[in-house]
């Protein structure tokens, strides 16, 4: 019941906010389970080979391992990381996964936790925390009572593109002002498509193929 009632939260509010959606939850705090091998490249050119790597979902930065300690890489310096199966790149101090490659143009997006609704969520446990519930008359626990392995992470993802190399959050406002006039009434007219989504790779794809013609 707890689950559901946070995840009918974020379904409203990902109706609310065209360019980022709710995507689920996580018990971790990094991206893998476990430190994965990773090729790194820096905006300098170089080219490390890092044995073991992750991301840090609470802010999207890269981690590797120095010893036995975790340590946090210097994001000024990282134009990229590929692990063997997704390939990052860096936008401001940010990790974004490269969703696919139209052309020259890609699609972004950046996972982390939402600390503003994992916040919200806490408070909401606390206050439903000691009401009795109707439905199938159970009562909430409180999160004090409950154990670290029940603890729940809200993700969220937010997406950009990349055309003739600069990045841009999407918003449709600031892609219509990006493409040629002639190309306003195709724009449009995919928006008005029945399951256009802005979150959508397929959705995306019809847009970026606008600036590829």
């Not at 709710?22 to 044995?51: C, D, H, M, S, W």
């Not at 199966?85 to 982390?112: E, K, P, W």
Request: charged share 25%; with cysteine.
């Amino acid at each position: 019941m707890r689950k559901l009632f946070f995840t009918l939260i974020f379904a409203v509010l990902s109706t609310l906010l065209p360019a980022q959606q709710f995507a689920g939850y996580t018990k971790r705090t990094t991206l893998y389970e476990t430190y994965q091998p990773a090729e790194i490249t820096l905006y300098n050119g170089q080219v490390i080979q890092q044995k073991e790597a992750n991301i840090f979902l609470r802010n999207g930065r890269l981690l590797f391992k120095s010893g036995r300690h975790d340590m946090e890489a210097n994001m000024a310096q990282v134009r990229s990381v590929r692990f063997a199966d997704r390939h990052f790149v860096s936008i401001d101090t940010t990790l974004a996964m490269v969703v696919d490659t139209i052309g020259s143009s890609r699609i972004l997006c950046t996972t982390t936790i939402d600390l503003e609704a994992y916040s919200q969520l806490k408070i909401n446990e606390r206050l439903i925390s000691n009401i009795h519930l109707e439905w199938d008359m159970i009562n909430a626990v409180s999160s004090r009572e409950l154990p670290d392995s029940d603890v729940q992470y809200p993700l969220i993802s937010h997406f950009y593109v990349e055309i003739d190399g600069k990045v841009v959050k999407v918003d449709e406002r600031t892609l219509r002002r990006m493409l040629p006039k002639d190309k306003h009434s195709r724009f449009d007219f995919y928006l008005q498509m029945p399951g256009f989504d802005w979150t959508s790779r397929e959705s995306l794809t019809l847009i970026l193929e606008l600036f590829e013609d």
